[in-house]
Nanobody, 115 residues
Framework: VQLVESGGGLVQPGGSLRLSCAAS????????MSWFRQAPGKERELVAS????????NYQDSVKGRFTISRDNTKNTVYLQMNSLKPEDTAVYYC?????????WGQGTQVTVSS
């Protein structure tokens, strides 16, 4: 099983980025996938989650109205559209999925918001 993120980079404040997380090797059509982030010197924190069937989503308060999580079940891919980015959004972003009692993480993708 594997989660592979892509789409990070350097962006100016107010800019946008879209992260992708491609899942492979997992079975089952019902799942929750999430994006976490970890800034230097800080603990990893939950950013957003989505349910594969209902489309239910959940967001950290600091990103509500700016970030949108979505999924494409045909591609086994989850996205995180990030708009109006702020310097405090700078972090390594990780994709996560709980599968058969085990936490799976992607390798992480760096997002840097700076002028």
């Amino acid at each position: 099983v594997q989660l592979v993120e892509s789409g990070g980079g350097l962006v100016q404040p107010g800019g946008s980025l879209r992260l992708s997380c491609a899942a492979s090797g997992f079975t089952g059509n019902t799942w929750i996938m999430s994006w976490f982030r970890q800034a230097p010197g800080k603990e990893r924190e939950l950013v957003a989650s989505i349910n594969s069937v209902s489309g239910w989503t959940n967001y950290q308060d600091s990103v509500k109205g700016r970030f949108t999580i979505s999924r494409d079940n045909t591609k086994n891919t989850v996205y995180l559209q990030m708009n109006s980015l702020k310097p405090e959004d700078t972090a390594v972003y990780y994709c996560h999925r709980l599968f058969r009692g085990t936490n799976y993480w992607g390798q992480g993708t760096q997002v840097t918001v700076s002028s």
